[in-house]
């Protein structure tokens, strides 16, 4: 069952939407990104924030990498490959973060990057 589907089973009953997909996905994306930023910016002290800030945002990104994976994802092909791709980075960016080895930099700009995006998708429609 794809996450879709479980969404709409659970909340199902709750009524007419009152928000769309994508502004739905801005939202949370947007949530995940700046509890990223906002631990990234405490240093060293704020490590647990981020390491609970990157599980989020490697949770997200899982959602999405299953989502685009899907048969029944109606984005284009190359779109849905880009999407998966950019998981992927997620998840190895993310481990090397964790380990010291990296900046939560480059985890903020895919995040922002897709955010422009939906705006801008949401704004042409």
Do not use: C
Not at 72 to 82: I, M, V
Not at 89 to 101: C, E, M, N, P
């Amino acid at each position: 069952m794809t996450p879709n589907a479980l969404a709409k089973r659970a909340y199902g009953q709750a009524g007419a939407p009152t928000k769309s997909t994508g502004k739905l996905e801005y939202d949370v994306i947007a949530r995940v990104t700046h509890k990223l930023k906002k631990a990234a910016m405490q240093g060293k002290r704020g490590f647990p924030l981020l390491a609970e800030a990157i599980h989020e945002n490697r949770s997200l990104w899982t959602l999405l990498a299953v989502d685009v994976a899907g048969t029944d994802n109606g984005l284009p092909e190359q779109l849905r490959a880009q999407i998966f791709y950019l998981a992927e980075f997620t998840d190895h960016h993310s481990t090397k973060v964790l380990a010291g080895d990296a900046n939560v930099r480059p985890l903020l700009e895919v995040n922002t990057a897709i955010l422009r995006g939906l705006r801008s998708g949401a704004a042409a429609a």
